[in-house]
């Protein structure tokens, strides 16, 4: 019924590398710009599909910050989207909150592009604001 697409895009496998990529080093990341290098570590440990395939995020914004900065970098960022969560809904800015939450949801499941990048901060940025 529900035929598996190509190999290289199966999430759960490369979100699983993504977990096993974070927890080399948990505590404050592999640094950014590194993504790519240890999620192929990751790859080879698992043996899994991916291992012929570049892949250079996680297709997940929290993963993306867990294998990048750690848990204190996925903290901080988390931090950051819940203050302007809240600050979204204190103020009863629902344009912005549905803008949040949908770049929220999109960049939870594809990879990260520059343009909803820049959204997306800029929206960080409009929560930050008083």
């Not at 096993?20 to 240890?38: M, S, Y």
């Not at 988390?78 to 800015?93: D, E």
């Not at 820049?118 to 930050?128: C, D, E, P, V, Y």
């Amino acid at each position: 019924m529900f035929e598996q697409g190509s190999l290289y895009e199966n999430r759960g496998e490369v979100w699983t590398t993504a977990l096993v990529a974070g927890f080399t080093h948990p505590l404050f990341g592999t640094g950014f710009g590194n993504t790519e290098v240890f999620l192929h570590q990751a790859t080879l440990k698992l043996h899994n599909h991916l291992q012929g395939y570049y892949v250079d995020s996680s297709h997940n914004i929290f993963l993306d910050w867990f294998v990048e900065g750690g848990i204190v970098g996925l903290g901080l960022f988390a931090s950051l989207l819940f203050q302007t969560f809240s600050r979204f809904v204190t103020a009863k800015q629902e344009r912005n909150l549905v803008l949040l939450l949908g770049l929220t949801a999109g960049l939870s499941f594809n990879p990260v592009s520059i343009v909803l990048l820049i959204a997306f901060w800029w929206l960080i940025g409009q929560g930050m604001v008083r």
